[in-house]
């Protein structure tokens, strides 16, 4: 891809106007975060992604809107603000460093956008098109308070024509959107919003390139392109939108500049352009041709656009020993891969910059892989374009299913639709990857028969890790049903999917170990890894596992997912840390292991770039450092880093001194990762933190989760006051006093009491003790209490108590049970205690409904009870 790609991009970075908003640059400054990539020094509001944002389709006139906007949150149901006093970078995410925001859009709020734009010059009946890369999840958009559309879904790209709303001068653009994150039933990835384990923080609002164009009234809307390699030409569909009589298109490729193939036709239909003697695009040879296309009116011009396309072709079929493989060009190609997240300390969804965003490419590339699986997220679509041109296979995972629910399957459903067609064209991308370990998995047959359906010109894994699927069927014909590849997952691993027939075998996700590299890290206290190893032995186990894969190789193997390239957040299996500064092992000696399953596709690229990590172990600088303490050394960075050490040293009693000389040092507010390592290190009443999260606890609970800290506290208060006093099987405590002594703890202490109290009766077994303590719990504590703790204190005063206040009391919390979930064994349980209560029609109508709920391998045990009720017999001991 050389003269005429090029050539378009020279005219659009020419042509393009660029209106910052009237403040300036030094109303914006990146927020504090824990890392920051060396590319977030570059970022201004004067160049945020200033690049081409649709490399598939350029046309010159447009006009890039990043920059500084102004935001407001608001309500989730408030009216359009009449303020905006602050400002965002966008395209960032508001929860991103970048954004020069940093805050979390929570489910019950609504973020709002607003910038000033100046009308583009229009010749005759030319049209102004808004374009969002990606606004995630629900964005409503206006001018001039007008509103002019809304769009459904956070990866999607999506326009408007907004010619009409438009006046001459200044324009008020303002966008309203709505983000639940993981509370909703919008697919949104590893997005949370309380980041841990393999969920991280979540990115709202606008987080791709927002940008104008001026096209003609008929224009080419969008391109459908297909390879056909064994036929010799590309399927060329050009997407016109009221291309009536006297329309027609014609397109021109070229390879390093000259004219190689030209079809003209109609549009909207399918055209063949024959390319001779294609030149193949591969992972080592990734050729792109040139592609113009121009729409024409009674053969005058209306409309050019550049693109580009690749040749190749993608399919399963047996090896020359009978072995099912996958081949790329109609040769077996093993895909060596990693597991790519997408996610930057300092940007979250969105890179800081096209470098970065190509960098990540060139280090998988140089690195030796051939293969990225880009993890349960869509990607900008500058980013395919850099695998189209660097030459590496995408497998594309669909973003997850939110939950079981009609709203969420019909989201992700629809969203899946949208996201085929708007990745199509690139070459890059060889598989899509519908299911991932079971989460929120249905219709795996009808969904996986559709994808494939929908575009028969890839590969479709049905279901990666489809052993970790608690749910799975048992016929291991079912397992991966209609789809093109059986995909296991295995950590650390490797392992090796099962033969099927019709079927290559994948190791969808495997490795998954950690390293620690200290000052690279996002929170130390909370880093993790599915195995740890110190730095120096690290790039022997890696060597050992990958000789152990080029044994499943050759077994049948066709492709493994390495988890994972770079550290995300609090999970450090990454071969290069979070900040993409530091390599875990040489770049050199990974070439040199992976080459003994494929060859490097390439040389090192000169877009990459790491140092190399130290793999002396610091903890051998224990002793040294813990003396520095003793002779009070008491600075912050160093007792938070010794404290660490101290723990992986097992010397819990040093460990706990100086966090909590580090902590009494901390002033509010606290940042997430000061909050995060004062859970950690507060382990008693005694401790600096204890105090702290008390006070706090509404802020430790934004950044842990809903209740994280009144648990933590309850545990603590049960372990230092209570537990010392009801351990004993026989033990008999004075409740009275032990209530004084917890009082000064407040809610928590409260709470912890009350339910300590109810299962000493419960395990002692004094009913009438026990009934009327959980009613004082319960009245208390109702909202915190599981429905299946409740279902299971109802249970027990119907089975133990005859007493009608207490019954009266269990109905009340059976009651709320199946106000939460309509499970059968809530309804049984507030049957029985209907009909102990002496209300026996009520209670047979519920145990019939009951009956009707309950899975097959269970009706029995509920129809014998439904038939006692009927027959007046007991249904108690």
Known sequence: MKTIFQHFFMLAFCCHLFHPPTFGQSNWQIKPVQLQTRWAKEVTPNNALPEYP??????????????????????KDADMPQKFDDRILVPYPVESALSGVKKNLLPEQRLWYRRTIKKPNQTGTDRVLLHFGAVDWQAVVYINGQQIGEHQGGYQNFSFDITNALKKGDNQLTVAVYDPSD?????????????????????????????????????????????????????????????????TVEAVAKSNGAKIGTITGNANTDLQLLIPNAHLWSPNDPFLYDLSIRLLYKNKVVDTVGSYFGMRKIEIKKDELGQERIFLNNKYTYNLGVLDQGFWPDGLYTAPTDEALKFDIAAIKS??????????????????YHCDKTGMLVWQDMVTCANESPAAKAAFEKENQENITQLHNYPSIICWVLFNEGWARYDQQRLTEWMKKADPSRIIDGHTGENYDRNAPKNPMEKWISSDLTDIHDYPGPGIAPALPGKARV??????????????????????????????????????????????????LSGSIYTEPFDVETEENGLLTYD???????????????????PPTSEVLTAFSAQNMDTTNPDNMYTKLLQQYQDGNYDLDFLRNLSQMAVRKNDPANAAKMANEYISQLKPPYTPGQLKYINKFTNSTKDRGFAIINKYQEQFNSVLGTRRAEVKLMNIIFQDEISPYVSEPQADPDWNLLAGNIKKYGAPGEEIFLRAKTIHYLNKQEWDSFATTADQYIQKCAPYISAQDLNSYAWTVFENVMD????????????????????????????????????????????EKALNLAPDNEKKTYQETLT??????????
């Open 54 to 75: 649709r490399p598939q389709m350029v046309r010159s006139e447009w006009q890039n809107l990043n920059g500084l906007w102004q935001y407001a949150i608001t309500a």
């Open 183 to 247: 509370q909703g039933p919008n697919p949104h990835g590893k997005q949370v919003l309380h980041p841990q384990n393999i969920l991280y923080t979540a990115s709202s609002g606008i987080w791709q390139t927002v940008w104008l164009e001026t096209v003609p009234a008929v224009h080419i809307g969008s391109l459908t392109m297909t390879p056909a390699i064994d036929q010799g030409y590309l399927s060329l569909k050009v997407n016109v939108k009221d291309a009536g009589e006297g329309y």
């Open 367 to 384: 690195m030796g892989f051939n293969t990225i699986r880009k993890h349960i997220k869509l990607e900008p679509a500058r980013w395919y």
């Open 507 to 556: 190791l969808g996700e495997w490795g998954g170990v950690q390293v620690q590299v200290p000052s690279h890290q996002w929170n130390e206290a909370d880093g993790w890894g599915y195995i740890s190893l110190p730095a120096a032995q690290f790039a022997r186990k890696y060597e050992f596992m990958m000789k152990h894969l080029k044994v499943y190789e050759e077994e049948g």
């Open 580 to 598: 993409r500064e530091v390599i875990k092992i040489p770049v050199d000696q990974l070439r040199k292991i992976h080459a003994m399953i494929i």
């Open 804 to 847: 009608t206040t207490h019954l009266a009391n269990a109905l009340n919390w059976s009651r709320r049970c199946i106000q939460v979930a309509n499970e059968p064994a809530y309804i049984d349980t507030y049957a029985n205690v209907l009909y102990k209560s002496g209300k026996t029609t009520d209670a047979i109508a519920y145990e």
């Open 868 to 877: 006692k009720m009927k027959n007046g017999a007991r249904t108690w001991k």
